[in-house]
């Protein structure tokens, strides 16, 4: 059986990996998919890997490094500003002086006029050892049936569309008497937000139901897909899944001996913020992981 060191170190080649062809691709479109391939890891789980290790969402580092990278070149070269932000991987020059000032605390034009130096990063590579002293995490690994939901989707900024959805689902499911007692209330996150445009990201708010049911309106019906999972229990606000995230791909992973299915993670709420303080909200995190 692969040890949780060998696990650990084979996770950070593959990521060193992806460093390198961030690193020798910053002129050039760089896709989840594509990473995702480079790393030889499932794109339904890459995103995560990679910020649990690195520390920095895919689309964090891959912005910060572009950033530097104009930096560098507003110093010692003589190239416009605007070349700059389109090999910098921005279509304007506006939406490239908002970053760029944001990053480095003047505007591009200004940074080149004075010529100003700035720390380069280190390497980026990760260290092929680590510390395997990390507590570890112990989900319960259960079996699901395939569910039947109804379900709302919207599609903008999680943090405005999750609450969308979830109240037409709601307004929906309350008066036809939908949600029974055993009904679980299930989020699915389609989109890593570090790459995918806030404007785009797709939120479903699913309400399991018993029997027949056919969509209605903006009102779907859909399967989650039968499977094993490893199942955690995050307890505490909403804007600290991440962290619980990070830790499942770091710290339970490597050590687990599971591989992860091609499928998607989904949240299940066991309580309500209508009715529970933030610092009292059980979330149930479910990792699709292969069978025995």
């Known amino acids: 059986m692969v040890s949780r060191a060998e696990t650990v170190q084979d996770h950070r080649e593959r990521l060193n990996r992806v460093l390198d062809y961030i690193r020798r691709h910053l002129d050039q479109p ?4 594509r990473l995702a391939e480079v790393a030889c890891f499932s794109p339904f789980h890459f995103h995560r890997i ?4 690195v520390g920095e969402t ?17 110093t ?41 130096s700035f720390p380069r990063s280190e390497s980026p590579f990760l260290p092929v050892t680590t510390n395997t002293q990390e507590s570890v995490m112990k989900p319960d690994i259960r079996t699901r049936e395939a569910t039947t939901v109804i379900y709302a989707r919207r599609i903008g900024d999680y943090n405005q569309s999750a609450q969308a959805a979830w109240s037409a689902v709601c307004g929906y499911a309350g008066p036809r008497g939908l949600i029974g007692p055993q009904a679980e209330f299930i989020g699915c996150s389609h989109d890593d937000p570090s790459i995918t445009p806030a404007e785009k990201l797709r939120y479903d708010a699913c309400v399991t139901v018993r029997g027949p049911v056919k969509p209605e309106g903006d009102i779907g019906v ?4 039968a499977g094993r999972y ?12 991440a962290a619980t ?13 599971v591989a992860l299915r091609d499928a998607i993670c989904f949240e299940k709420y066991l309580n309500s ?12 995190i479910w990792i699709p992981i292969e069978a025995d």
């Open 30 to 33: 760089l896709t989840l998919g």
């Open 50 to 53: 990679f910020a649990a290790y």
């Open 58 to 74: 895919v689309g964090e580092h891959v912005m910060r490094l572009r950033l530097e990278l104009a930096a560098h070149r507003l």
């Open 76 to 116: 010692h070269t003589d190239r416009a500003v605007t070349a700059i932000a389109l090999t910098a991987g921005y279509e304007t020059p506006s939406a490239f002086t908002r970053a760029f000032g944001r990053h480095f605390g003047v505007s591009p034009s200004v940074f080149q006029k004075e010529r100003r």
């Open 222 to 225: 859909q399967q989650l897909e």
């Open 230 to 241: 490893a199942v955690f229990l995050h307890e505490g606000p909403y804007h600290r899944l």
């Open 245 to 257: 995230y990070a830790a499942i791909y770091r710290q339970w992973l490597p050590q687990s001996g």
């Open 273 to 284: 913020p209508d009715q529970a303080k933030p610092d009292d909200l059980r979330t149930e």
